[in-house]
């Protein structure tokens, strides 16, 4: 516990070099990486969303080139949101004979009698050059197919959906091998006060 704390903490010292923290993370544990970003606040993600300014990523790090398609990769979340801020991100390959470089990913809510009102949230997620991140997840596209495990795809438009991800792209920054940060944006372009961190769990092998 002392170390979840600590590592937090952190994000409340003056003059943080994002380094020093990463570091930190990283020597967590698994199971600590997933405590320490579920008690990441709001302030502490924008101070994450400034200090990660300029560091890239891009979609082969999140599943890796030899994944073979549609096989799941988990990014446990929180959000800058005052309710229901805990979630994941999974992301795949996707299916074989997509012609463009993309994954296909949706979220994960843990209290499943959100889903028929939110919906799943599905989304693609590709490179780009842009000052706000590496790698673009894009909710105004959905995917053709996904992991049978996975719900149903629908439209963003969906219910309360539209209220949540219709129309938002948000972009995604390292902090660390398995944290990032990202953002939420309005059709790509106007940035909106919604941040959330990822911790990726490393698949089995």
Same mark, same amino acid.
């Given at each position: +516990?002392?170390?979840? /704390?600590?590592?937090?903490? *952190? *994000?409340?010292?003056?003059?943080? !070099?994002?380094?020093? %923290?990463?570091?930190?993370?990283?020597?967590?544990?698994? !199971?600590?990486?997933?405590?320490?970003?579920?008690?990441? @606040? =709001?302030?502490?993600?924008?101070? *994450?969303?400034?200090?990660?300014?300029?560091?890239?990523?891009?979609? @082969?790090?999140? #599943?890796?080139? @030899?994944?073979?398609?549609?096989?799941? #990769? /988990? %990014?446990?979340?929180?959000?800058?949101?005052?309710?229901?801020? =805990?979630?994941?991100?999974?992301?795949?390959?996707? !299916?074989?004979?997509?012609?463009?470089?993309?994954?296909?990913?949706?979220?994960?809510?843990?209290? =499943?009698?959100?889903?028929?009102?939110?919906?799943?949230?599905?989304?693609?997620?590709?490179? /780009?050059?842009?000052?706000?991140?590496?790698?673009?997840?894009?909710?105004?596209? #959905?995917?053709?197919?996904?992991?049978?495990?996975?719900?149903?795809?629908?439209?963003?438009?969906?219910?309360?959906?539209? %209220?949540?991800?219709?129309?938002?792209?948000?972009?995604?920054?390292? /902090?660390?091998?398995?944290?990032?940060?990202?953002?939420?944006?309005?059709?790509?372009?106007?940035? +909106?006060?919604?941040?959330? #961190?990822?911790? =990726?769990?490393?698949?089995?092998?």
């Amino acid at each position: +516990m002392n170390r979840i /704390v600590n590592t937090v903490a *952190l *994000l409340r010292e003056p003059g943080l !070099a994002l380094d020093d %923290f990463a570091s930190r993370f990283e020597d967590a544990g698994p !199971a600590e990486q997933i405590a320490i970003t579920e008690a990441i @606040d =709001r302030r502490g993600q924008e101070r *994450l969303w400034a200090l990660a300014a300029g560091r890239r990523i891009g979609i @082969d790090e999140l #599943v890796p080139q @030899d994944f073979e398609p549609l096989r799941p #990769v /988990v %990014f446990h979340g929180k959000n800058s949101l005052p309710a229901v801020s =805990r979630f994941q991100k999974r992301f795949c390959r996707p !299916a074989t004979g997509t012609p463009r470089r993309e994954l296909w990913g949706f979220n994960f809510q843990p209290l =499943r009698w959100l889903v028929p009102l939110t919906g799943p949230g599905y989304f693609v997620a590709y490179d /780009v050059e842009y000052p706000l991140g590496g790698v673009a997840i894009d909710y105004r596209r #959905v995917p053709t197919s996904h992991p049978a495990d996975w719900p149903p795809i629908v439209p963003n438009s969906f219910r309360l959906s539209r %209220f949540i991800y219709d129309g938002t792209v948000d972009y995604l920054r390292r /902090v660390s091998a398995h944290l990032l940060i990202g953002r939420a944006t309005r059709g790509g372009e106007q940035e +909106m006060p919604n941040w959330f #961190v990822l911790c =990726r769990e490393d698949p089995d092998v």
